[in-house]
């Protein structure tokens, strides 16, 4: 239903027609602000992808790729929906500093909730499934931008580095 409103919209604005106008994403300011908005987040997951990459954490690639796969899951509440009103980009200053305490925060609690709070937690199951030597392909659904983004993108650099282990 998600994919499917954003496409109506998309179609209002003439995003797919030719000429002038065409291709213009109305969501770009938001998309670019709100990845500016979760740099400090970005900085606390990228030592721990660098430490799955060089061997770290004890070596236990399972629980390695198990965090990726929950901050994955948890990254999803990082959409343009938190934004306030008026999107991130238009807030400016103090809007932009709300956005960026919101990204830190939705990142720490993904840290710390992690299978907490989920009804059942398969993910240990999912790192194993990834990791194994039949699993050749792997398909991961990017459907948004900014810190959900990050987090998908650093599942698959997961991933990979886990494989190449």
């Not at 990254?75 to 709300?98: Q, Y």
């Amino acid at each position: 239903a998600e994919f499917y409103f954003y496409r109506r919209i998309l179609e209002a604005l003439g995003y797919f027609d030719d000429g002038p106008g065409a291709l213009i994403d109305p969501f770009q300011g938001d998309k670019d602000a709100g990845l500016a908005a979760c740099a400090g987040a970005v900085g606390a997951l990228a030592p721990r992808l660098n430490d799955l990459a060089a061997g770290g954490g004890g070596g236990d690639l399972v629980a390695g790729v198990r965090l990726f796969v929950l901050l994955s899951l948890w990254g999803n509440r990082m959409d343009l929906s938190i934004w306030p009103a008026g999107g991130a980009g238009a807030c400016g200053g103090a809007g932009e500093e709300a956005s960026a305490i919101r990204a830190h925060a939705a990142f720490a609690e993904a840290m710390s909730a992690g299978e907490r709070c989920l009804l059942h937690d398969d993910s240990a199951a999912a790192a194993n499934a990834l990791l194994a030597h039949g699993c050749e392909r792997v398909g991961i659904v990017v459907d948004n931008a900014g810190f959900e983004l990050v987090c998908d993108l650093a599942l698959a650099d997961a991933i990979v580095c886990a494989r190449r282990r």
